[in-house]
Structure formats: C-alpha cells, structure tokens
C-alpha cells in the first residue's frame, strides 16, 4: 500500500455499493492505515546510519545484475547474446546494420492523402473479373425472370375450338335401344301364400295405447285438403323452351399449363445440375476432339472463386515484436533473414518456421502458433502435412535445411541480430505506416481514428466496407451484407490504390522493406512488387494473417475438458512427466540422396561434374572458371596469392569467390568430339569461410567484404569450419589444408618441426586436411593422417587398419597437392623437395614413432586386434523438447555421398557447441552412446528447469533403447558424461580436446564412477515410484524425483507416518479444493 494514500477519499467512496461490500472495504482500508502507521512508526525510530545501510545493499545488489530491473535481461535472449559476446554496446551486433536502430523515432505518423480516392470518368479502374461475372450472371437471371413474367402475362386464354353437340332424349330412339321395357323381365312362376297371422311370428303383441289422451288427439287433427301436384314429366314434355343442343368451346388451356410445366421441370434440372436442353442437345452432335487445345493449368493451383485470392505461392513471413508481436509479408529472399527474428516460409506444399538465435521466448512461441494454424487449418493455401522447424545454426545440411533454402533459392548473407531494443522500436514504426480507408458512397475516405494505429477488430461490421494498407499487403474486407455494387466500387478504388504511388519517407522504416535489405525497394514509388498481396476478404472468411494485425482478434476455442477422473496411481506412475519419447522407427531409416547446393535457383550439386537441370530433361556441364580467396582481419581484407589458395586457418575467415560456367551437353561423354554444346553461361559465388576459433567482428566483416567485392550478381554462402559444401571444396581440387592459429600471429601457432593433419573427404577432389596435435593419441585408426616434417621436407602417409580404400586415395591425393604446391603457411618454401613414405597401422618406422612421441597404442582406439568390419557411417542425433515435443534430429555430413562411408563425419563441436544441458545420440554401429552435457555454471537453476531436464533424460534413455531394439536388440547403449567421455567415443571424431573445466563441473553435479554405465540401469533409477521418507528428506533428492510433488513418492506407511493422516483421503481433499 502506497504512503500516499488519501484515506478519506477511499474510505468515501464504498458509499455507493451494497452494505456488505461496503463493510469488507471499509475493514480493509481500516487495516491499511493501521499498517501504514506501523511502518511510518519504524521508520522514524530507524536511524540515519541504518537508512544508509540500506540503500548501500540495494545499490550493490543490483550492481551483481541480481536486481528487478535486470530480470528482464536475465533470462531473455539478451543473457544468450551476452553469453555469445554480443554486447548491447559493441558495433558488433549487427554486421549488417538493422534500419530501424538507425533511425530516430519520430512522431510523424505515415503517409496520408491530401484528398479521398474517388471514382472519376477519367481514371482508369480496373474490375474484378469473378463480380462482373457475378454480375453478368445475376443480370441474365434477372433477365430470365422478366422475359418468363411477360410471357406469362401475354398468355392469354384464347377460344381454339367451337363445336354444336346434341343433348340425347329420352324418348329418342337410341335411348329405347339402350333401356330395355319392363315386360321384356320374366316374372315369377307362382305366388306364395301365407296363411299365418304376423303376430304369431313376431311374438306376443305390445299394448295398445287406450287413454282418452290418445283418442282426444286422434280426434282434434284436421282434415288435409291439400291439392295434389302435377306429373312433372308431362309438365316438361309440355315446355317449348327445352333445347335438346348445345355449343362446345375449346380454350388453350392445356398447352399453357403443359409449356408451365416443362418450364418448372427445365429449371429443376438445372438446379440439381442435371442436364441441361443445351447439354442434351450437344450429345448427338460430332466433334473433331483434335482440333481442341486444352489450357495448361498447374496441379498445385488452386481454385477459387475470389479472383484476388489473399496469398500467394511463396510467401515469407516475419516475426518480430514483444508486446505485440508484428506478423508481416517480406520479400521471399535468403537476405531478409536476420538473427534476431522468426520467419515463415509458407507454400503449397511446405510451411518452414526459421528461428533465429537470439529471437525472444515471445517471437518462437508465435511463429510456432502461426503455423500450427496454417498447418492444421490449411490456411494461405497451405496443405503441408507437417510443420518443418529450422533452428539457426542448428543441423544446417538437413533435409528440412537444404529444402528451405532451395525455396529460398540459395543462401545468402543474412542480418545478425539488431540491439536489444530494437523489437519495440520496431513494433511502434511498422505501425504508423497502417492505412485504412472506409467506403463512403462511391469513395475511400481515410479513417482518421484509425490511421497509424493498430486495427481493433470492432471496425469490422457486416455493413461496411473498409480496405486496409500493410504496405506489403492490401486487402479490401467487406461485411455479408454489402450489395453486389458495392463490393465492385470498392475493389476498382482499391485496385487504383495498389497500382498507384506510395510515399514513406516521412515514415521511420519502409513496410516493404523493414530490414533494408534490398535497395531497388524505393521509399516513394508507383506499384507494389510482385510478391506482395492483393487480397480481397469476406466477413467470417479472412486469413490468419490479416487476423494478426489486430489488437484484439479473438478466435473461439474450445475448452479442454478438464480430467476430474484421474487417478492416484497413475500420477504415482508417471509423476510429472508430459513428453514422451521419440518414435525410434523413424530415427532407423537412413537418408541416401545425393547432396546437392542450390545457387541463385539453380541446383550445381557437388559443384563439378553433371547435374540435372531444373526441367529434369537436360544434362548441366559444371566447370570451374576461377577461385580468388581474400583473408579478412577486423578493419581490412588482403587477396591471397596464387601459391596460398586452400590454405585456411582456423582462427581466420577468409571470402572465396568461385567462378564457374553451366553447359548444356549432349552427346557421348567418351568422345567429346562428338559432343555439341550451347553457348557457355559464365556465373559467380562467393563463399564466406568462418574459422571455429574467428572472432565476431571477423566474421561481420567478411560478412561485409562479401557485398564490397561482389563485382557482379551471385550468391552468396556462409561456410562454417567443418560444415563445408561439396562445391566450396572441389574449388581447391584436394589441396584445402585448414591449419592452427592465426595467420597474421605465427607466434602463436605451433611452431614445430613435426605436423599432423587428419585426412577428411571421400573424392580425391573434395579432399582436404585438418591439422592435429602431434601425439599418437590423434590416430585414428578408421582414417588416414599426413605426418610432415618441415625441416627434412618429409611425409608420412599412415593409414589406419580399418581405413577405407577411399580415404587412402584421398589422403595420397593431399600428399601429392602438398608436395607440387609447398605452401608457406605449412612451412615449407617452394624450393622444397618433399619426399612421401606411405605406411600402414602395425608397420610403422620408427621415425614415424619419433615424431609423434613414445609408441603407445593404447593413447588412441587401436582396433588390430579388433576383427570386426567397419564399412559403415556414424549417426548422430540431437534429443531435444524445446519445441514443446521431444524430438530427435538428425545431423547430416555435409559432403557426404551416397555411395561411400564416411569414417569420421562430425566434430567435437556439434557436441559442445550446442545450448547446453544438450543430450545427443552417437550410433558408432556396434555401440550406441547417449551423450549428456553439463549445466552452465553462470546460469541460473530453477527447479522447474531441473524437473523439465530430468524429463528429457528420461525421454532420451527410453528412445535410445528402443532404437536399439529396432535396429539390433543384442547392442548395448552406454550413457556418457561431457569431460569423460572414454576412447572409443572419441576416436569418433577426427579430433579431440579433453576439457578439464567441463570434467570437474560434470564430477560435481552428477555422481559418476570409472565403470561403463549403461543407459537401462540409469533408467531404472530414473523410474523409481517409491523411496523411503529419509531419502526424500535428505539433500540434493534422488534423481527423477519431483520436489514440488514428494507425496507421490511415498509408501502408504511412511505418508501415514509423516502426514498422520491416510493417503488416499488426502489426494481427495487437495482434488476437491482444486
């Protein structure tokens, strides 16, 4: 309660209320001012001294970042930029500055007309076609109407036929013919006579009535001298005015009501879409069917009876706010992406949701939202049969990955993300370019209410017509009950609307280019581009994404109905636990397609060779022109000679510009001679290589020397160490070598006469090498390693005993391109004469030995005397619930081929680069690993995040053993800790760097021993139901156990015990009162 209160003025105004209420209110504010005196009391006895105490804690607690005013920062993606070092304050944020942290906000409100748009004779409107259709249809049906109405009304009932028939008589000759005479009956042969009397038959006779009564009134009735009537047929045949004729009449009566009848019949037909006259007349005729051209119609295209359908094919949607999120149509490009932001790529077939890495909890929750509802709804043409979630930096060679950028038609360089406050500032200018104008008679005039501002969905009534401008969108809404004509004004002024000028430059960001990405978008200009949407909308019928630019759109949702039946054991069985484990059956299949790059829309595979072209009748010709490579520092860029090209460092980045033609050939590839081709279309590509060790700001500039160097048109490609595409790396034609440190700091690297390189790649042409700590625990023996001494110029090509025959040829193909180039950064000049020795694991020299330290097989997984085969590829998959369902994904080898093992596919930072505490599946074949991360020691470790981890170790243990008894039951699947991990799971890898902090936070917060654990052991403990009350007591709890629901853990005995009451009773009265 404030100080500041006015007590009168509260305790006055309860007057107006009922008495009951009046009395609660009175009481409480009683109470109020009887605390508000306490503390008013303590604080005049505190002293000066303690005051200053006071606020000397408060100021040092907040300075610890553990204030109110930091909780905001503290649990966001700001923490996760901090961590990132993305600092609110460094210029490294955003490589690619965001327009809307440049520009001050201004309190000018966006564009508005100096006079309506109305309809003159001079403007050129355009109409809808399916109203004029509409129109035209509902005028001949009128027509239709009208014509039957007057021929009905000229039907008039017309005298046809006259005719005199004759009446006949009865004493006609006919008539005696027909009747025949009473005499012509026969007659009864003899009569019967009775002899009895009637009384004797019918019994004993009644008594007779003998009052004087009776014979009184017998007596009185008078005498009836009425006079008889006349024979009437005498009197008739008498007449003269009798015809025996009369005159018949026929009117049109029958062929009026027979033509009404076929008329209803016709009409019948035609609403029942049975067939019509014109159709049944058409069926005895003949036609030429070859002479008919059918028109091409694509199978995807949908039809619809709005010729202004509200989307588009492609349509790419951002995400982008905090308080009210913003849900707006970009340019469907790769460089409209940023960092900071969600998006939505929706098509026919495909709805993607992109996250960016340090999008907020707000903008994930509503993407996801989005396209659950375009999904399942089959919005915005939409008919994808599931949702594909694409995590920045996250698997980026999947198939959803690779798909998604293919839409996109290449990958390009993107935006980082923006300062902190940029989504707000955003929200508030993307807002003020909001127009609406409201039909008035035969003009849109602007809503001045509503201009600038955020639309409340109260605009919308049956009755009227509005058309809102987003920029990038323009629809034209009209209620159910607007006429016909209306709804045509209103389209042909939206019409002229669209295709007319726009100015936003008094506006602080361009709604059709909020992340000034692209500058061919003008701030003022004629026409909107043509991915943007024209869309005209029914009452009851608008799509989600014209509902999102309310404030208030609220759909009805069904309530979920509330489980008032659930039983105690199962809550006991499953006590907390909402995921359930990843179907295993599809983490078994394995992908074999070809790995493939798109650029500027075109698919160039691996880079060389054939590929097949967009219409899949052609065969492509990939040839390398020319590959320049420039070393990026912080504030400058230098051009590498020749003699370095393929030299990289893994401290550095570094842009590689490819040059590269595409022909169409045909003939037979053994003769060229006989091969004729078209004319050769020269194209460009500029990778940006980032080293896993390169700084930020390196790699922002390379980011920006991209655009700098971009001479002409091309894609542009972010390449990650180790994630390299097939076509980055035949630029260098086996001869990438990627070596330690920096190239500008040669002090710092490794400077000794022996270095190691582990050999990568499956085509000789794609091969190239990853230089090594110069130990014997860097063997592998499932590859091949270059061993160079650069003083005596000598090579070591040592192949392991499981190494592919592949690989051998890969490495021996490095050894020859060191051997003809002699690059510097190696050490080596270019007068040096290398000498190469191949050796094989067992029967190595014993300078081989020398260099990389004393003869140990047992630093490294020796497998000689292993028998078993490994001609097979390692899997690894991430287990995760983030997405609100545990799923597992799969990481892909970037420049895998079908056809081919991959010995040594991933590295050491797919595993330790991931937001931890992560959990990945490591199937090495004979063994499968469940690896477990470690919980950051500068995060904060609410229960509730605890009770959400111990969930998914769960989930995650019960996936990994149904994998195994989906692909071989006898395997055994083995849980590994981050900083322990033992040798066979690291030789995995084609290197590894022990972790020293990572070993002592994971030997403090999990309890760990030297023994091998396997994964259903520890999904034993995790499942325990019941443990004894002194467990449950003690600190930390066992693990699985929830610490907001101990009860369910219990025995009956031990709750009775603790409790004192029964337990049953209990779980009813806490049901009840919830």
């Known amino acids: 309660m404030p100080h500041n209160l006015n007590v009168n003025s509260e305790v006055a105004t309860p007057r107006c209320w009922p008495s009951r209420q009046s009395l609660y209110v009175t009481v409480y504010i009683t109470v109020c001012v009887q605390r508000m005196g306490k503390e008013m009391e303590i604080q005049a006895q505190m002293s000066i001294e303690e005051r200053k105490q006071i606020s000397s804690r408060d100021e040092a607690w907040e300075s610890t970042g553990k204030g109110v005013a930091n909780n905001s920062t503290q649990y966001t993606a700001t923490e996760h930029m901090v961590k990132k070092g993305l600092t609110a304050s460094s210029s490294a944020i955003s490589p690619i500055l965001s327009p809307v942290s440049t520009k001050l906000k201004s309190s000018v409100t966006g564009y508005k007309p100096l006079e309506e748009i109305e309809a003159r004779p001079e403007m050129n409107l355009e109409s809808d076609k399916k109203l004029d259709k509409l129109e035209t249809f509902l005028g001949r049906l009128n027509s239709r109407e009208c014509v039957l109405e007057t021929m009905r009304s000229n039907m008039e009932y017309q005298l046809t036929e006259k005719a005199v028939k004759e009446v006949m008589r009865m004493d006609d000759e006919i008539f005696s013919k027909f009747y025949s005479h009473v005499a012509d009956f026969p007659r009864m042969p003899s009569r019967i006579e009775i002899d009895d009397d009637f009384d004797a038959i019918f019994g004993t006779p009644a008594p007779k009535l003998t009052s004087a009564l009776a014979q009184h009134k017998r007596a009185v009735r008078p005498s009836r001298n009425v006079q008889s009537s006349k024979n009437p047929l005498k009197m008739l045949a008498a007449r003269e005015d009798i015809r025996h004729e009369y005159t018949e009449q026929r009117l049109n009566i029958g062929l009026i009501e027979s033509k009404r009848m076929r008329d209803e019949k016709c009409e019948l037909n035609t609403s029942t879409q049975m067939y019509s006259d014109a159709a049944l007349a058409g069926l005895p005729s003949k036609e030429n069917s070859n002479n008919v051209s059918l028109r091409s119609v694509n199978i995807s295209e949908q039809m619809s009876n709005n010729s202004a359908v509200p989307y588009k094919n492609l349509m790419l949607i951002q995400v982008k706010g905090r308080r009210h999120v913003q849900t707006r149509l970009v340019e469907p490009r790769a460089s409209a992406l940023n960092s900071g932001d969600c998006f939505l790529l929706v098509t026919p077939q495909h709805c993607f949701v992109w996250m960016g890495e340090f999008a907020n909890v707000i903008e994930k929750a509503k993407a996801s939202e989005l396209a659950t509802c375009i999904q399942t709804k089959r919005d915005l043409g939409c008919r994808a049969s599931q949702i594909q979630t694409i995590e920045e930096g996250v698997n980026p060679q999947n198939h959803a990955a690779t798909e998604f950028w293919k839409t996109?038609?290449?990958?390009?360089?993107?935006?980082?993300?923006?300062?902190?406050?940029?989504?707000?500032?955003?929200?508030?200018?993307?807002?003020?370019?909001?127009?609406?104008?409201?039909?008035?008679?035969?003009?849109?005039?602007?809503?001045?209410?509503?201009?600038?501002?955020?639309?409340?969905?109260?605009?919308?009534?049956?009755?009227?017509?509005?058309?809102?401008?987003?920029?990038?969108?323009?629809?034209?809404?009209?209620?159910?009950?607007?006429?016909?004509?209306?709804?045509?004004?209103?389209?042909?002024?939206?019409?002229?609307?669209?295709?007319?000028?726009?100015?936003?430059?008094?506006?602080?960001?361009?709604?059709?280019?909020?992340?000034?990405?692209?500058?061919?978008?003008?701030?003022?200009?004629?026409?909107?581009?043509?991915?943007?949407?024209?869309?005209?909308?029914?009452?009851?019928?608008?799509?989600?994404?014209?509902?999102?630019?309310?404030?208030?759109?609220?759909?009805?949702?069904?309530?979920?109905?509330?489980?008032?039946?659930?039983?105690?054991?199962?809550?006991?069985?499953?006590?907390?636990?909402?995921?359930?484990?990843?179907?295993?059956?599809?983490?078994?299949?394995?992908?074999?397609?070809?790995?493939?790059?798109?650029?500027?829309?075109?698919?160039?595979?691996?880079?060389?060779?054939?590929?097949?072209?967009?219409?899949?009748?052609?065969?492509?010709?990939?040839?390398?022109?020319?590959?320049?490579?420039?070393?990026?520092?912080?504030?400058?860029?230098?051009?590498?000679?020749?003699?370095?090209?393929?030299?990289?460092?893994?401290?550095?980045?570094?842009?590689?510009?490819?040059?590269?033609?595409?022909?169409?050939?045909?003939?037979?590839?053994?003769?060229?001679?006989?091969?004729?081709?078209?004319?050769?279309?020269?194209?460009?590509?500029?990778?940006?290589?980032?080293?896993?060790?390169?700084?930020?700001?390196?790699?922002?500039?390379?980011?920006?020397?991209?655009?700098?160097?971009?001479?002409?048109?091309?894609?542009?490609?972010?390449?990650?160490?180790?994630?390299?595409?097939?076509?980055?790396?035949?630029c260098f034609n086996g001869g990438m070598i990627i070596h330690c440190g920096k190239r500008e700091e040669e002090e710092e690297n490794i400077q000794t006469e022996w270095r190691l390189y582990c050999v990568r790649g499956e085509v000789p042409v794609e091969g190239h090498l990853l230089e090594v700590v110069s130990h014997c625990s860097s063997l592998r023996s499932r590859s091949s390693m270059i061993l160079l001494n650069v003083n005596k110029a000598l090579i070591y090509l040592w192949h392991g005993c499981k190494a592919q025959q592949h690989t051998r040829l890969v490495g021996l193909n490095a050894a020859q391109r060191i051997k003809e180039q002699c690059p510097l950064e190696a050490g080596l000049h270019s007068s040096s004469k290398v000498t190469i020795t191949e050796c094989d694991e067992g029967s190595e020299p014993t300078g081989f030995w020398d260099a990389v330290g004393i003869k140990d097989r047992k630093a490294y997984d020796c497998m000689l005397q292993d028998p078993g085969k490994f001609n097979f590829t390692p899997r690894l998959f991430k287990l995760s619930s983030s997405s609100g369902q545990f799923v597992a994904t799969e990481f892909y080898h970037p420049s895998r081929a079908p056809d081919m093992v991959s010995s040594l596919p991933f590295l050491q930072e797919d595993l330790y680069r991931a937001s931890q505490p992560a959990l990945f599946l490591v199937d090495n074949f004979h063994e499968v690993y469940l690896w477990q991360g470690w919980w950051p020691q500068d995060s904060e470790n609410p229960s509730s995040t605890r009770i959400r981890w111990d969930m998914d170790r769960k989930c995650a243990m019960e996936t990994v053993l149904q994998y195994c008894m989906g692909r071989i039951p006898d395997d055994k699947s083995y849980l590994i800790h981050a900083g322990l991990e033992p040798l066979t799971f690291t030789n995995v890898f084609p290197s590894w760097e022990h972790r020293e902090d990572i070993a002592e936070i994971t030997e403090r917060e999990v309890e760990v021993c030297n023994q091998i654990i396997l994964v259903e052991d520890v999904l034993a403990r995790l499942c325990q139901n019941t443990y004894p009350l002194a467990e449950l007591l003690a600190r930390p709890l066992p693990e699985g156990v929830d610490p907001l629901r101990l009860e369910l853990y219990l025995s009956d005995q031990d709750f009775e015990l603790a409790n004192k009451r029964d337990q049953g009773l209990f779980v009813s009265c806490i049901s009840v009162l919830i």
Not at 479 to 498: D, M, Y
Not at 651 to 663: C, F, L, M, Q
Not at 676 to 691: A, I, L, N, R
Request: aromatic letters at 10%; glycine letters at 8%; proline letters at 5%.
């Open 408 to 730: 996109l038609r290449g990958q390009q360089t993107y935006q980082s993300a923006g300062p902190l406050e940029e989504d707000e500032l955003f929200e508030g200018a993307i807002v003020e370019t909001n127009c609406i104008f409201r039909l008035l008679e035969d003009k849109l005039v602007p809503d001045d209410d509503q201009w600038g501002k955020v639309p409340h969905s109260t605009l919308l009534q049956s009755k009227e017509v509005l058309v809102f401008d987003f920029g990038s969108e323009v629809y034209v809404w009209h209620g159910k009950e607007v006429t016909l004509a209306q709804r045509k004004v209103a389209f042909q002024l939206a019409k002229h609307l669209w295709n007319g000028t726009f100015d936003y430059t008094c506006c602080d960001i361009n709604p059709l280019d909020p992340g000034g990405c692209n500058a061919r978008i003008p701030w003022k200009g004629q026409g909107r581009p043509d991915w943007a949407i024209f869309g005209r909308l029914t009452q009851h019928n608008e799509t989600i994404l014209f509902k999102e630019k309310f404030l208030d759109w609220t759909d009805t949702k069904k309530p979920q109905p509330k489980n008032s039946n659930l039983q105690v054991t199962e809550q006991k069985d499953l006590p907390g636990c909402v995921c359930r484990p990843y179907d295993a059956a599809l983490m078994l299949p394995v992908l074999q397609t070809a790995v493939s790059t798109v650029l500027d829309g075109m698919n160039v595979g691996r880079g060389h060779g054939s590929v097949e072209g967009e219409d899949r009748m052609r065969t492509l010709e990939i040839s390398t022109v020319s590959v320049d490579v420039w070393h990026i520092l912080e504030f400058d860029y230098s051009r590498l000679p020749q003699r370095s090209i393929g030299q990289f460092h893994e401290g550095d980045a570094y842009v590689v510009k490819w040059k590269y033609t595409v022909s169409a050939a045909v003939g037979r590839r053994q003769n060229p001679e006989l091969r004729t081709s078209d004319p050769v279309k020269e194209q460009g590509c500029y990778f940006f290589w980032q080293g896993r060790n390169s700084t930020v700001r390196e790699k922002g500039t390379s980011a920006l020397t991209t655009v700098e160097l971009e001479e002409e048109r091309g894609a542009q490609v972010q390449v990650q160490q180790g994630k390299e595409p097939p076509c980055f790396l035949q």
